[in-house]
Each structure stands twice: as structure tokens, then as C-alpha cells.
């Protein structure tokens, strides 16, 4: 990039957290990624909750853990990462000398807002004796405050790597960690953080979707509050979630996640039915607001000059990989 474009390419990135450039609206983007992709030797990470075009444009589409662990392996020198801030954080930590880039800089995470730093540092100091299990949906400055990460698939066995009689703080995600406690008979400490768009159905409207669709069964993201878990036919992670529509013989399904995994989920098994469970209001609030920052376009322009990217402090990301690499390593012997 010339100069003058490099200054106003990084006021746009401050301002917006994207590059801000008028595409020509005959430019075939699906074309243009996947040049960039053989040009730049790119691989293309993309979460479930993406849109549509992105996740079909994608060298790979997964879940927070599998997502990570194409991230520790992968042979490419950019990581084009379509999902939120602490996702292409995370490939970051594990690829330092890898260009990591981000359709946009301000796609965050509520739940990972939830929990600052400072704070929990606090926190930790008046609990000692505990150790420290963080959900992966926290920035690395927590992740460096932690014994070990967790993702939605693999929370449980990692609490039980634990002696039963270890006390532990499980952060930020309050309605994973109340799940797990149930799972797992413990009683962890819980941080008192939650995701916007997974507190946001409607236990009431849920039960009536079921009177309506008496064969339907609810699947559900552990992220959901209690009462929603607690009538749910499947718990799981969003891999889960779409493993378990494709070997389960039911043919309706209320989903209590982010609609972006509805995609795969009505590619898999064109011949059945999803229904998104409802908000409790009538807005839109089980899109992502964060994830569904990412578009085709951004995602585009930040191929093409490689910015917005991920870079962070030296010493906080090897503070943070330790507990990411145990992460791996528990899942790796587990099987996942
Ligand atoms: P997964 O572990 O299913 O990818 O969950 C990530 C997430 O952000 C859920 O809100
Ligand atoms: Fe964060 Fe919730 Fe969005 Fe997942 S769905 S990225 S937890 S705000």
C-alpha cells in the first residue's frame, strides 16, 4: 500500500475496524477470495455463526475448539480468521509468526466484555486456592490469567482433568459454567459474565414453538440460561449441535443457538426442518451483532491488503498459550 493510502486505511481501521473502500459491485468476490487464497497461501477460518457466503467460501468451518486446532496446524502464512476478535486472538497466540488478519477489528464478543482483566486479576487474588478454568471466549490478557482454557466441547473433561477436590473459578460464561457444575457434580466458582445472545430466548415462546411442533426437539448451546438447558432434548457445542441433527432420526428441530449454524445444519439434512427458537422480543437478537459484523466485502479488502491484523504484547500472548496448549493437549488424548 502507497502512503497516503497506509494513513487512511489505518484511521478507517481506528475508526470503523475495517477498511472503508467502495467495491465495484460486479466484482465476483467468491473468485477474488479464492485467488487471494492460492496468491497469498491463505487459509480461510471460518465459526459457524458467520453468514452464509462466508462460511461457503471457507477452507474450514467449525467451532471454537476446532477452529483453534486448525489454527495450531495449519502450513499457511495468513490466517484470514471470520469470527470474532478472541477466535483470531487465539490463532494469534498459537501462530505468532504467522500474519493473522480479521474481516473486522471490532467484531468482539459480549461474554468475552464481560470479563476485564483488572478485575478478575482481583478476583483471583481473593480466591488463592482455586485454580483458574477459562472459557475460550475471553481476551488474552484473561486467557493469560488462567491454568487452563475450555470450549464448549471439551469444558467438561477439562474440569475433570481436576482432582474433585480442587476449588475452581470458571470464568467469564456463568451459564456454561452452572451446566458443567451440574455435569460434573463440582462446585465452581462462577464469574458472573453471559452472552447476549444466548440469554435472549424465550422460555415462553420456546414452549409454545413445542405445542405448535410436537415432534420437534430443542437443541440447545450451553450458553442458554438454565430454564431453556433444563427442557432441552441435545446440549451442545455448535459442532455438536450439528452432529446430532445428522445421526438423530427426528425430522424438526428448535434450535437454541446463533441462526448461522442453521446453514449447515439445512445442508446437511435438506429433508428436515429448523426453527431458530425465538427471542424474547421481536428483534433479530439471535444474530451475533458481533459476528455478523464480518461481510464478503470486508472480508475481501482485508485479504487484498491484509489489514485489519491481529498483534498483541509479547509477553501476555506467551502468558496466554501456556493454558491454550494444555487445552489442546487434554483434547488430543481425549479424542477431540
Ligand atoms: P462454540 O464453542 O460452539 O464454537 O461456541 C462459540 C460461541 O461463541 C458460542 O456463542
Ligand atoms: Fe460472544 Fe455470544 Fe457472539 Fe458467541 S454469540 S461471539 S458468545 S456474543
Not at 494513513?7 to 466484482?27: R, Y
Not at 464480518?294 to 491484523?309: A, G
Request: aromatic share 6%; proline share 6%; charged share 25%.
Amino acid at each position: 500500500m502507497e502512503t497516503e493510502m497506509l494513513i487512511a486505511a489505518k484511521k478507517d481501521i481506528e475508526e470503523n475496524g475495517f477498511l472503508d473502500v467502495e467495491l465495484d459491485p460486479t466484482l465476483d468476490l467468491f473468485t477474488e477470495i479464492e485467488r487471494l487464497k492460492k496468491e497469498k497461501n491463505a487459509i480461510l477460518l471460518a465459526h459457524y455463526y458467520q453468514e452464509p457466503d462466508i462460511q461457503d467460501v471457507a477452507d474450514y468451518i467449525g467451532d471454537s475448539l476446532g477452529l483453534a486446532q486448525q489454527a495450531e496446524k495449519t502450513n499457511a502464512d495468513m490466517i484470514v480468521f471470520a469470527g470474532v476478535h478472541f477466535m483470531a486472538e487465539t490463532a494469534k497466540i498459537l501462530n505468532p509468526t504467522k500474519k493473522v488478519v480479521i474481516p473486522d477489528l471490532k467484531a468482539g464478543c459480549s461474554l468475552s466484555d464481560s470479563c476485564p482483566p483488572p478485575l478478575f486479576k482481583k478476583f483471583k487474588e481473593q480466591h488463592p486456592d482455586h485454580v483458574v478454568v477459562s472459557y475460550i471466549n475471553c481476551s488474552a490478557g484473561i486467557k493469560a490469567l488462567s491454568d487452563v482454557i475450555c470450549t464448549s466441547s471439551n469444558a467438561k473433561i477439562i474440569v475433570e482433568s481436576f482432582q474433585k477436590d480442587q476449588p475452581i473459578i470458571f470464568a467469564p460464561d456463568k451459564n456454561l459454567g452452572a451446566y458443567i457444575n451440574k455435569a460434573t457434580g463440582r462446585n465452581m466458582l462462577l464469574w458472573n459474565g453471559a452472552c447476549m445472545v444466548h440469554e435472549i430466548f424465550s422460555l415462553e415462546k420456546i414452549t409454545r414453538l413445542k405445542v405448535r411442533h410436537p415432534n420437534a426437539k430443542l437443541i440447545a448451546h450451553p450458553e442458554c440460561e438454565e430454564p431453556v438447558l433444563r427442557v432441552a432434548d441435545y446440549i451442545g457445542s455448535t459442532t455438536g449441535l450439528l452432529k446430532f441433527t445428522r445421526s438423530d432420526s427426528t425430522q424438526e428441530y428448535i434450535v437454541a443457538t446463533e441462526t448461522g449454524i442453521l446453514h449447515q445444519m439445512m445442508k446437511a439434512n435438506p429433508d428436515k426442518t429448523f426453527i431458530p427458537a425465538p427471542p424474547n422480543n421481536s428483534c433479530a437478537c439471535n444474530d451475533c451483532p458481533h459476528m455478523k459484523r464480518n461481510t464478503l466485502e470486508k472480508l475481501y479488502l482485508c485479504m487484498e491488503y491484509e489489514t485489519p491484523e491481529i498483534t498483541m504484547d509479547d509477553k501476555v500472548r506467551l502468558a496466554a498459550k501456556k493454558p491454550i496448549d494444555r487445552m489442546l493437549e487434554i483434547s488430543a488424548k481425549a479424542g477431540l
